[in-house]
């Protein structure tokens, strides 16, 4: 049981590298976001990419280490989260004291990266609303019909199809 929860306090330690590592890359995203600058996008989203195919690979061996202690325990995995592992170790002060630490270090970096992604979220959004708009613009002043013409008086002048005279009676 000792030497599975030194490992699952390994894995815990390289996910935390991973996650820190990714806040700077988000917050650097959202910087490009602003600027709207498209190449520097694309490289920080392929940073982003790789840190996180990292993460997940370390999340599942996480979820490996935790299913053999719910297997040393009797316990389902579902029922071993941080808190209820931390519990257990009631007896093993160090490993109990190092989870803890570790839990509420994981804590604080994961709510600062849903913080900036949110953030990441909603300029991506602003843009796409803003590229919408501006598409939807575009295209009803192609579709509009005849030319509006203003003159010098600023009045508006309808061209098409409209000869000035008003309703024609005898159609």
């Known amino acids: 049981m000792a030497s599975l929860i030194e490992e699952l306090i390994g894995t815990l330690n390289a996910e935390k590298a991973v996650y820190e590592e990714l806040v700077p890359v988000s917050e650097r995203k959202t910087k490009v976001l602003i600027k709207n600058d498209l190449e ?11 840190l996180m195919d990292r993460a997940g690979a370390i999340g599942h061996k996480r979820e490996e280490v935790i299913k053999n202690i719910g297997i040393v325990l009797n316990k389902t995995p ?3 989260d941080l808190t209820s592992l931390t519990k257990l170790l009631a007896r093993q002060p160090e490993e109990k004291k190092t989870l803890a630490a570790l839990h509420d270090s994981l804590r604080t970096t994961m709510r ?3 913080e900036v992604n949110e ?3 909603d300029l991506i959004e602003n843009s796409l609303e803003m590229i919408e708009f501006n598409m939807n613009f575009i295209q009803s002043t192609r579709m509009s ?11 508006n002048s ?3 199809g ?3 005279q008003g309703f024609d009676a005898k159609q």
């Open 145 to 155: 019909p005849g030319n509006n013409n203003y003159n010098r008086n600023a009045t």
């Open 119 to 121: 953030r990441n979220k």
């Open 112 to 114: 600062r990266l849903v």
């Open 40 to 50: 520097e996008l694309k490289k920080v989203t392929a940073q982003e990419q790789l």
């Open 78 to 80: 579902a029922e071993l």
């Open 158 to 160: 309808y061209t098409a």
């Open 162 to 164: 409209y000869n000035g």
